[in-house]
């Protein structure tokens, strides 16, 4: 860096020069293209195995269970994370005048994060999974993450320190909260118990488990892909416009209010579950808060476009960024009226949610990020976009795809609700049998499958565009600038709120109170009051077998499709049995209570059919249920269980209070072998010639002990 004095005295300002980077800004945005059209090729494909199970290709690695996590992985944290990561290292540098700190660390970076991403492309469909929804990684890719992570935000921060410009304008706070924020999430959310380099239980179990999912899972939404975003608004949508933000008064309000009441909603995702009903009533009331932050943003995003309109209606960059503010309008809105008790009791566990979810995700984030690109990338390269009509083109498909995908769903929301509660005139249930639900809704699934190949069109167009771009251009990798050095003393401060806005150490700190508070307040009295999961005699331990079993569901993602948790309806209740109570679930690590019913609860599954039902249920589910939507599973009958590890598996739940006898773990093998000889014995009488030592034999174990517990179960007094 070369720098000069202009002038003389005291106040003369010194000029100096550095560049930007831009080398990282568009590896960023190449990774953004590429696993942006990745991901939704795969949501494309497990769109197209809801109504057409054969398209699960009878292989294990290729099925819906397996395959929805790492669809929902490659969206948030491959295309949105990529973006997201571009948009900043675009933005900050030129908000506050100062270089990256470190071309290494920003390297770093970026391969550290291709490579996370490519370790959950191999783990995630071969079944290495956590379970744990938004957060299905194994441990060791945990690690990496939260490496990876640090070294971003040291990177953010120490630019922060050395930058020319004294004022941290709002997009930077939102970067800030962003950073603190997923880191606390992603460390509390994934303490474990490592079992070996694949597998892990969580230190939670039960009620607290679900508890901490929904807190991470809820705050994973709102700081991955909220808050980061929200401050590329404030950047490219002013950028984009050529005009200033529409009000800076409300940008304060905005960021403050919406960090502190955000991270208390999380609970809105349980309610009528086992959970506290105050622990529900606290995720309601900060949601419905939620309304007015959430649409202050947007608001202020949009009104920065007054006296623009004329240019909205030629230019696509704007078009994009108006519909993507319009739909995390819609998207926040929607998410506090389904935390209201009687709306949630309509909507949870139906495709409402995955409409509602993929409004903010296919809208905001997905038509926002395209924006940016289109924006960005003509830029650095120091050209114009290829072209504008193919781009307008884009917008008109991928905006007719976000209806075509959501509009079905809400409609098969409506279907589902209406037919799980519906009564007779004789008092019985008009539809006893979950799967009459499923044929219901197989239009509108072709329906969402389609409205998703319109998006995935669209995002090829986009790529054909910005891939010739950048072949007309010519990237600058090093951007030259200049600007005055920062006075050694501040300027006066004329109004309260600038103290913190000039200080980024102090922001973060502030910013991580805040954020810490609502979790502590709804996480401690759940882990530390035992009258929140009162105690059940009757609940015991896992057999070794059930164990392996119910790693095995796991691993399948059985969990995706079955929710193991009956609310306190009477139209669930008459279907499934006995509304589940906190106490049954201390012994699950991880919790499994579902977010969507694909097929029905099965909390009550246990004892429900003979063991040959289950056999045939998992080779052939279609000879079973006919008209059903679910993959078989050949590879269960044929694949030998592993029982190395039964022992560690034993130990390890011994570590984390599940009471097995001391010295169990040498025992464990013994029992797991009797039990499944057992089962065994029972298949092969009726028929079914099947070896103890196959994964099925496990699976079958688990099932059958789904909800049994409760039989003759009394409620121990607290002590």
């Not at 997201?84 to 290292?89: E, L, R, S, V």
């Not at 800076?248 to 905005?254: D, E, F, G, K």
């Not at 960090?259 to 009533?281: N, V």
């Not at 197989?442 to 010739?468: D, E, Q, S």
């Amino acid at each position: 860096m070369v720098s000069h004095s202009q002038g003389k005295g005291a106040n003369s300002a010194q000029i100096e020069h550095f560049s930007y980077n831009n080398v990282l800004v568009r590896n960023f945005a190449i990774a953004t293209t590429f696993w942006g059209v990745a991901g939704m090729l795969v949501g494309l494909l497990i769109a197209t195995q809801m109504f057409w199970p054969e398209a699960n290709f009878e292989t294990s690695w290729l099925t819906f269970g397996r395959l929805r996590p790492l669809h929902t992985n490659a969206v948030i944290f491959a295309f949105v994370g990529n973006g997201m990561f571009a948009g900043i290292y675009y933005a900050v540098p030129r908000l506050v005048k100062a270089r990256m700190f470190s071309d290494l660390l920003g390297k770093i970076h970026f391969w550290g994060w291709q490579a996370i991403i490519l370790s959950a492309l191999i783990t995630l469909p071969l079944g290495i999974t956590s379970s744990k929804e938004y957060a299905e990684l194994e441990w060791p890719i945990d690690i990496a993450i939260a490496l990876v992570w640090v070294v971003f935000g040291i990177n953010m921060i120490m630019t922060l320190i050395k930058r020319r410009e004294r004022h941290l304008y709002v997009a930077i706070w939102f970067f800030l909260a962003t950073f603190v924020t997923v880191a606390v999430l992603h460390i509390v959310n994934n303490l474990e118990l490592p079992i070996s380099l694949t597998k892990s239980y969580p230190l939670f179990a039960g009620v607290q488990d679900a508890l901490v999912q929904w807190w991470y899972g809820h705050n994973a939404v709102a700081f991955f892909l909220t808050t980061p975003y929200l401050g590329l608004m404030y950047y490219f949508v002013p950028k984009a416009s050529n005009r200033p933000i529409y009000s800076y008064r409300l940008s304060i309000i905005h960021f403050w209010s919406l960090i502190f009441i955000y991270i208390w909603a999380g609970p809105h995702h349980l309610l009528y579950t086992s959970l506290p009903d105050w622990a529900q009533s606290l995720g309601t009331v900060f949601s419905v808060m939620l309304i007015a932050p959430s649409w202050g943003g947007m608001l202020n995003g949009l009104l920065t476009l007054r006296g623009a309109w004329d240019k909205v209606r030629t230019d696509p960059v704007l078009k994009f960024f108006v519909v993507a503010l319009t739909a995390y309008g819609m998207a926040t809105l929607e998410g506090p009226l389904l935390s209201f008790k009687n709306i949630n009791a309509h909507t949870h566990y139906t495709d409402w949610t995955i409409a509602h979810v993929h409004v903010g995700g296919l809208g905001w984030n997905g038509l926002f990020t395209f924006a940016m690109l289109y924006w960005l990338v003509p830029k650095i390269y120091n050209t114009k976009l290829h072209s504008i009509k193919l781009a307008n083109a884009h917008f008109w498909i991928a905006t007719l795809g976000i209806l075509f995908y959501a509009i079905p769903l809400y409609w098969a929301g409506f279907t589902q609700a209406l037919m799980w509660k519906d009564f007779n005139e004789a008092g019985m249930l008009t539809y006893m049998n979950f799967l009459d639900t499923v044929v219901q809704l197989l239009p509108m699934y072709k329906l969402r499958a389609f409205g998703g190949l319109l998006y995935v069109v669209g995002a090829l167009m986009m790529v054909y565009n910005i891939w010739k771009t950048i072949a007309a251009g010519k990237l600058q990798p090093e951007e030259e600038t200049s600007a005055p050095a920062l006075p050694k003393q501040g300027e006066k401060i004329q109004r309260w709120h600038e103290w913190i806005e000039r200080r980024p150490i102090q922001m973060t700190i502030l910013s991580t109170v805040l954020i810490a508070i609502g979790g502590l307040v709804e996480f401690l009295p759940t882990y530390f009051v035992e009258s929140n999961v009162p105690k059940i005699a009757a609940v015991q331990p896992y057999t070794p077998l059930e164990l392996q079993g119910r790693d095995i569901y796991l691993r399948e993602g059985c969990y995706v499709c079955h929710s193991q948790m009956i609310r306190p309806f009477r139209f669930e209740t008459e279907r499934y049995g006995e509304y589940s109570k906190s106490g049954e679930f201390i012994y699950d690590r991880p919790f499994q209570w579902g977010s969507k019913r694909t097929g029905p609860d099965l909390h009550r599954l246990g004892g429900k059919y003979g063991d040959s039902w289950h056999f045939n249920h998992m080779l052939d589910p279609q000879s079973i249920s006919p008209g059903s939507v679910m993959p078989p599973y050949p590879w269960l009958i044929e694949n030998d269980l592993d029982k190395s590890n039964t022992a560690a598996k034993i130990e390890a739940m011994q570590t984390l209070g599940v009471p097995y006898p001391e010295g169990y773990a040498d025992q464990a093998l013994a029992d797991l072998d009797a039990q499944a000889q057992k089962i065994a014995e029972g298949l092969n009488k009726e028929n079914i010639p099947v070896d103890k030592d196959k994964e099925i034999i496990a699976l079958i174990a688990y099932l059958q002990r789904l909800g049994t517990d409760i039989k003759n179960a009394e409620t121990v007094p607290d002590k």
